[in-house]
């Protein structure tokens, strides 16, 4: 049940409003010169180590954000969701997408039922044809294999399994697997993007996977009956048979298009799109890609942070901390935004899907049983890749307004460059940059600074940092 008291109206919350003001008298710089402190903001689960010591705060402000954590029953509130409660209030349903990537054996309950099973009914039912695809057994309506794939979706159809993809593509294993085999993903409704996704393509050559859980979501029913026409055209309507399948609930319309509704993929209305990567919305586009045997271990991982966030203490809990600290940034300090800077090339469409993920999830200005809120809730979220990002919008980062940042980094690169006779490989300047700047950022530059280094002096007003800029640092260890 819905709380009737506003988690501002709670002692932690007014604890947080006057230590804010006690923090913003503190330089950044003060808080990092502070060993133990910094000590303590670094956690590490499972490869991922979360460094937080750049972040405006102190162990004190964590006890308080744990104890607004806990004002807001987020323990238990974790619990609900795990078990299968109906915690989207507004729609009356669960919220199990957690259960997407449970192991077999797990239970997972929704309305009394163990969901575990039907999921990976599913899931097998995937890995058999994107297998028969891939091996060239399930083929098109002229007997050739079908070696590209184009996925009609959009919103969490299409942002999640894209930012899956284009992480995947680099990966040694991944891309080995993927050999000869062609992905592409089909959202605006915009001709131009359909005229794109066909460029190169043949229809005999070409499986299209419909993505829409209703089969009525206007965009996507629009793109698939162009392609429907496009592969109609030169094949002929009953080839749309071979060459079309679907991720939906709703058999009768699936079959009315065309498409054989034994080569419908389920997936339930527990899983809000824009967490269904892990769903056959994501998992059978991604499996005829690159073979179910790589998605799986993605699935694995997904699991693992689920279980981590389950069960972790706040204190050591990465998911949990990564919320106080955007709680504190925008509901206390008042900063709007936030930028998702990956210094890795494979992780460019990253910052896209978590626009959907976050801005989604907290974009409403009113509390879970419909009271306007007087504070505010969600935040901006925007990013490039480094380094391309330092040569577009870091200027405003480093001195013109506060935007917290989470730099993410890759330690093992997907793909190595040495060359003879360089200083530095290219990973290792890409490194460079991913530690530099939290702390340039962090540090900031005085004019006194700038003075000792001899700038001239009708220029260091346009260098100067003087103000605080905080950040997250990710360093991730792959392989």
Known sequence: MASSTLICETQPW??????????????????????????????????????????????????????LAEAAHLKEKIDRMFNGE????????????????????????????NVVPDVWNVLDKIKDFSERVRNGSWVGATGKALTDV??????????????????????????????????????????IDVARNIAGLKPETTLVVVVSKTFTTAETMLNARTLRAWISKELGPSAVAKHMV???????????????????????????????????????????????????????????????????????????????????????????????????????????????????????????????????????????????????FYQLIHQGRVIPCDFIGVVKSQQPVYLEGEVVNNHDELMSNFFAQPDALAYGKTPEELQKENVQQHLIPHKVNPQTYYSIALPITTG
């Open 14 to 67: 007014k604890d947080l409003k006057s230590h804010v003001e006690d923090i913003k008298k503190t330089h950044l710089r003060e808080l990092l010169g502070d060993t133990d402190r910094c000590k303590s903001m670094v956690v590490d689960f499972d490869g991922i180590t979360l460094d937080y010591s750049r972040q405006r705060a102190t162990p004190g402000t964590m006890d308080k954000l744990y104890n």
């Open 86 to 113: 109906h915690i989207n209030s507004s729609e009356n349903r669960s919220v199990l997408h957690v259960a997407l990537r449970a192991p077999r054996d797990a239970v997972m309950q929704s309305d009394g039922k």
């Open 150 to 191: 184009i996925s009609v979706g959009i919103g969490g159809s299409f942002l999640g399994p894209l930012f899956v993809h284009t992480a995947l593509q680099t990966d040694p294993e991944a891309s080995k697997c993927a050999t000869g085999r062609q992905l592409r993903f089909l959202a605006n409704v915009d001709p």
């Open 246 to 392: 679907a991720v939906s609930t709703n058999l009768t319309l699936v079959e009315k298009f065309g498409i054989d509704p034994n080569n419908a993929f389920a997936f339930w209305d527990w899983v809000g799109g824009r967490y269904s990567v892990c769903s056959a919305v994501g998992v059978l586009p991604l499996s005829l890609q690159y073979g179910f045997t790589v998605v799986d271990k993605f699935l694995k991982g997904a699991s693992s942070i689920d279980q981590h966030f389950y069960s972790a203490p706040f204190e050591k809990n990465l998911p949990v901390l990564l919320g106080l600290l955007s709680v504190w940034n925008v509901s206390f300090f008042g900063y709007p935004a936030r930028a998702i800077l990956p210094y890795s090339q494979a992780l460019e469409k990253f910052a896209p899907h978590i626009q959907q993920v976050s801005m989604e999830s907290n974009g409403k200005g009113v509390s879970i049983d419909g009271k306007p809120l007087p504070f505010e809730t969600g935040e901006i979220d925007f990013g490039e890749p480094g380094t391309n990002g330092q040569h577009s």
